[in-house]
């Protein structure tokens, strides 16, 4: 079974939010980059739940059947970016996420709203 972007990107949230991630948004990307469909970002409040949202988020894409591309910063739990192909998971430690602020770097991206 081959699991939409759209799909892909609930799957995401979804495993971001079975771990308490905070203040999680999914931005669609498509039109205005080749990277990827959609971003996720969101963030955890210590590097222990940093890497409970990065493993849960690269498990649940694994088990739906998704390669996992790459992972980027698990070790350093700061900002990890794992790359599923269509969806790029973004997962901050609060601060870094202060920092970098990239929703504002990719503010022409429409925020996905979520029933």
Not at 4 to 24: F, H, N, R, W
Not at 69 to 81: F, H, K, P, Q
Not at 84 to 90: E, R, T, W
Request: include cysteine; aromatic fraction near 6%.
């Amino acid at each position: 079974m081959t699991v939409t972007p759209e799909q892909l990107l609930q799957l995401t949230v979804d495993a971001a939010e079975d771990k308490k991630a905070s203040d999680v948004i999914a931005l669609d990307l498509k039109g205005i980059s080749l990277i990827a469909d959609y971003f996720v970002v969101c963030h955890g409040n210590s590097d222990t739940q940093v890497q409970a949202i990065a493993s849960e988020i690269r498990k649940t894409a694994q088990k739906a059947g998704v390669d996992v591309r790459g992972t980027e910063g698990l070790d350093s739990a700061r900002w990890v970016l794992i790359d599923l192909g269509d969806v790029v998971a973004h997962v901050f430690h609060r601060e870094e996420r202060e920092y970098y602020n990239i929703e504002k770097l990719w503010s022409d991206a429409k925020v996905v709203e979520f029933a």
